[in-house]
């Protein structure tokens, strides 16, 4: 198999009433896959990694060259074919004629060279203390369509030219680092790419991160890292810094996936507007197909008016690792339909859309998004910090989201049934579903801006509801009206700010710090009925959801709060 993802075609059944936790089994971008009372087999497209084929180790290479630049022109060695044509420092190496798969060591300096690679074969490019600038394209330009190995040793810095002059007629030439085929990195040593004419690094097939390597990537122009048919990173080290306007960090037409490994994606260009019919913000990351989330860290800071954090067209996944996003700018342009359950600012809430508009969102994707295992932290200073326009599930992990408009909103169901969840918004609601919103686990703190918004919104106006089964509650502000409470939830008259309260349920305590503004009223829940204490002093416990609450403190102090039950709904409910 000589691609690292293999399509298979697996079926599955879609169930009703919430969204598609296995990620091998992919609805299409805005399938309702909730209908009341229905299930369906289907067939659905699933990408399989290999492994085997990505790992250096396994390939057996028939031939080594060296190639040394250097001020008076590169040198080469190991060239028993003559495959390797130099021109003072620039390097043409063209194995297409043999069967050999050939590993290729480059080292030494120049300030104005390439290195230009065709071949039929699989090969290595191990980088060995290069330091290489090509003022008139990019610095390595492989045209082989084969997977090809990047194995970094040492300190290693490529950087192109601001314009491209030497692409020949029918041959892509799109990053400071160029690849027809996959480009997979491994080793212990660091390579530093500053790309002022294109991209980065780019393959038109995957980038793949497997090593200890350090990867650093500066773009003024494009794309930080992009794999056209998917980016995995594994392990190593990764940073991106863009600054172009429109252009990601990480760019993709298929999956992004992170495994392991440490990536920090830093992007302040704002809004492309070159094609005033399909403007185009720039994001930390951007994918065509699925995002996964295993393992590792992954940090987003985007500060471009109308950015985001991570975007995608289709379902987004977070089993493990961690995630923190920012974004700080503001939105572009202004929204002509809205349509939303609120809104501010002239924007129509989570359905706003407008062919001069782009929205500012820390984590927006078009597909359902299930958060698992994650620990998730998302800002927004002006839009949704985490917006699914599918469904939303949160069934494990810790996931803290704050904005000034809804902090987490699904167009379709919502539904939480375990983990931690901080949904945290000072000018419209805590957690919005533009469907039916389910709360059958977990703990969640939940504040909205008051006035007409709540803490916990379903979309009532459409025939939607509010359910309330299980969890642990502690919402600032009123619940949606019509709820069905199938546990019992207790209000009181008010609440103070920058206060610590205590919440205990049964055996287990809670303590959740309020934030400075927030709605009117108090409404709390748990599997019994909880006792609640304001003014607590704190010590000890696990703090959790960005200092926002602990887990088992140690309180005292305080007063206890009176508690009436809640008049918001009752009756029987349930997933429709």
């Known amino acids: 198999m000589n691609k690292v993802f293999q399509i298979l075609l697996v079926p599955v059944t879609l169930m009703a009433g919430g969204c598609q936790t296995d990620p091998l089994a992919l609805t299409p971008s805005g399938e309702d896959n909730t209908s009341s009372g229905s299930s ?49 420092n620039d390097v043409t190496a063209d194995n297409s004629a043999y069967d050999e798969k050939v590993h290729y060591i480059l ?82 040593g660091s390579l530093s790419v500053t790309a002022t004419g294109k991209a980065g690094i780019t393959s038109d097939d995957y980038v793949r991160l497997l090593g200890g390597q350090t990867v650093t990537v500066t773009s003024s122009a494009g794309h930080g890292v992009r794999g056209q048919e998917a980016v995995v990173v594994d392990a190593g080290t990764l940073s991106v810094t863009v600054s172009a306007a429109g252009k990601k960090g990480i ?21 492309d507007t070159s094609d005033s019919s399909d403007l185009s913000g720039s994001a930390g990351v951007k994918a065509d197909g699925v995002f996964t989330m295993n393992d590792g860290t992954l940090t987003v800071t985007n ?86 326009k599918g469904t939303l599930e949160i069934s494990d992990g810790f996931v803290y989201a704050q904005s000034t408009d809804d902090a987490i909103n699904a167009a379709s169901h919502l539904t939480i049934s375990g983990g931690y969840v901080c949904a945290y ?24 801006s008051g006035g007409a918004e709540v803490s916990l919104d379903a979309n009532t106006e459409g025939g939607r509801k509010l359910y309330v089964s299980g969890g642990t509650l502690f919402c600032i502000g009123s619940l949606e009206n019509g709820a069905q409470l199938t546990q019992t939830c207790y209000s009181a008259s008010s609440w103070s700010k920058n206060t610590w309260y205590s919440l205990t349920v049964g055996d287990d305590t809670f303590a959740f710090r309020t ?27 696990t703090q959790i959801l960005e200092g926002m609450a602990v887990i088992g403190p140690s309180v005292s102090g305080g007063s206890s709060v009176s508690l009436s039950t809640y008049s918001g709904g009752g009756g029987m409910g349930g997933r429709r």
């Open 107 to 188: 080292k030494g300096s120049a300030s104005d060279g390439f290195f230009k690679l065709y071949g039929a074969n699989k090969q290595a490019l191990t980088l060995d203390g290069l330091t290489l600038t090509n003022k008139r394209g990019a610095a390595i330009n492989n045209q082989s369509k084969k997977r090809t190995f990047v194995v970094l040793k040492g300190s290693n810095q490529l950087a192109d030219g601001a314009s491209y002059t030497l692409t020949p007629s029918g041959e892509d030439e799109k990053a400071a680092l160029f690849s027809e085929g996959q480009l997979v990195f491994s080793g212990d």
């Open 303 to 388: 500060s471009g008016q109308g950015g985001k954090g991570l975007s995608g067209d289709r379902q987004a996944y977070f089993y493990g690792g961690t995630v923190s996003i920012s974004v700080s700018g503001s939105n572009y342009g202004s929204s002509s339909s809205g349509g939303g359950m609120g809104g501010f600012g002239g924007w129509g809430g989570s359905n706003s859309s407008s062919d001069n508009s782009v929205a500012a969102k820390a984590i927006k994707f078009d597909g359902d998004v299930l958060f698992a295992g994650s620990t998730v932290k998302a800002v927004a200073k002006s839009h949704e910090a985490i917006e699914s």
């Open 515 to 541: 934030p400075a503004s927030g709605g009117s009223g108090l409404v709390v829940s748990g599997k019994s009925k909880p006792e609640l204490k304001s003014g607590v002093s704190v010590s000890g416990g």
């Open 40 to 88: 369906s087999d289907t067939y659905v497209a699933a990408y399989v990694q290999d492994d085997a084929g990505d790992d250096i180790s396994t390939v057996s290479f028939d031939r080594t060259i060296t190639v040394t630049f250097s001020a008076s022109g590169a040198t080469v060695s190991g060239d028993a074919n003559g495959i390797v044509k130099v021109s003072g």
């Open 425 to 448: 918004s000072t000018g419209n609601d805590g957690l919005d579903a533009n469907g039916d919103m389910y709360i059958e686990g977990g703990v969640v703190y939940a504040t909205c």
């Open 251 to 271: 760019s993709t037409d298929g999956e992004a996936i992170f495994n392991g490994g440490n990536t920090t994606l830093t992007v302040s260009g704002g809004v």
